[in-house]
Nanobody
Framework: QVQLVESGGGLVQAGGSLRLSCAAS?????????????VAWYRRAPGKERELVAT???????NYADSVKGRFTISRDNAKNTVYLQMNSLKPEDTAVYYC?????WGKGTLVTVSS
């Protein structure tokens, strides 16, 4: 089990930017699992199913949902046991709770609200 803590959410106007962080905490095993596995960002908008937003592999390869390609960038800093999601050109439809995932572990999420 990996302990994950998301942060960086908030209220922003359409067209604005936010950077989310997902930090792995806990013991050395937990942090090793985080560094050695793919990390994903998901989101759940009100009344909608959970959606995969972006993934980053151990080696840094990335994939994005079509809805965020060209606007969001996922990156990782293994020295800090942290994965980031840079979100630019935000739209109201990006409003959701954003969650970090590694293997079967989830954080509690961080709320992003984009006003029109």
């Amino acid at each position: 089990q990996v302990q994950l803590v998301e942060s960086g959410g908030g209220l922003v106007q359409a067209g604005g930017s936010l950077r989310l962080s997902c930090a792995a905490s806990g013991n050395i095993v937990s942090r090793s699992i985080f560094r050695d596995n793919d990390v994903a960002w998901y989101r759940r908008a009100p009344g909608k199913e959970r959606e995969l937003v972006a993934t980053i592999s151990r080696g840094g390869s990335t994939n994005y949902a079509d809805s965020v390609k060209g606007r969001f960038t996922i990156s990782r800093d293994n020295a800090k046991n942290t994965v980031y999601l840079q979100m630019n050109s935000l739209k109201p439809e990006d409003t959701a709770v954003y969650y970090c995932n590694v293997m079967n572990s989830w954080g509690k999420g961080t709320l992003v609200t984009v006003s029109s």
